[in-house]
T-cell receptor
């Protein structure tokens, strides 16, 4: 399976600031996704990162808060904007290769907002 | 998207014992996937079972799927201390967007 690298692995940020998380894959992949895992909770899909076009956001998530880029088939970024303590979570990217193929996840970015 | 939901239990078992956890979901699925997460790190993919499959094995793991009951189970046989982790099921409705269950925490005591 593809090797997925996320940067940074963790960060502590001040409220009101923004942070961009990078997801790099070692091979071209069809689909890339971004998930959030709040403390002690399960994962929730934020959006599908579409190559060369705007991301597709799930209900409850908006582009102004979580802008996403995907300039090519191996790279995507998620920005968490104007952060508040409620944004403290693990953010994970995943990649998929189509129908009935497993999705694989990066190690995640643990974000704490003070 | 539909939500996979595990039975809300934390399992604590002795090394060598079997661990079983269950997952239920609400709507039609294309496949169901099980993942392991160690200490809040990334997820490791364990098994994918398609909607037309009833059982699947991978090493010490056995997954069943009952689409009539909209439920799945994950069995870990002969558990080891290294199996201590959180286990999540996730359903794919055919659009490759995963809906995760709440997760089961398993502690294997050496």
């Amino acid at each position: 399976s593809a090797v997925i690298s996320q940067k940074p692995s963790r960060d502590i940020c001040q409220r009101g600031t923004s942070l961009t998380i990078q997801c790099q894959v070692d091979s071209q992949v069809t689909m890339m996704f971004w998930y959030r895992q709040q403390p002690g909770q399960s994962l929730t899909l934020i959006a599908t990162a579409n190559q060369g076009s705007e991301a597709t956001y799930e209900s409850g998530f908006v582009i102004d808060k979580f802008p996403i880029s995907r300039p090519n088939l191996t790279f995507s970024t998620l920005t968490v904007s104007n952060m508040s303590p409620e944004d403290s979570s693990i953010y994970l990217c995943s990649v998929g290769e189509g129908a009935n193929q497993p999705q694989h996840f990066g190690d995640g970015t643990r974000l704490s907002i003070l | 998207s539909q939500q996979g939901e595990e039975d809300p239990q934390a399992l604590s078992i002795q090394e060598g014992e079997n661990a079983t956890m269950n997952c239920s979901y609400k709507t039609s699925i294309n496949n169901l996937q099980w993942y392991r997460q160690n200490s809040g790190r990334g997820l490791v993919h364990l098994i994918l079972i398609r909607s037309n499959e009833r059982e699947k094995h991978s090493g010490r793991l056995r997954v069943t799927l009952d689409t009539s009951k909209k439920s799945s189970s994950l069995l870990i046989t002969a558990s080891r201390a290294a199996d201590t982790a959180s286990y999540f099921c996730a359903t794919d409705d055919g659009n490759n967007r995963l809906a995760f269950g709440k997760g089961n925490q398993v502690v294997v005591i050496p």
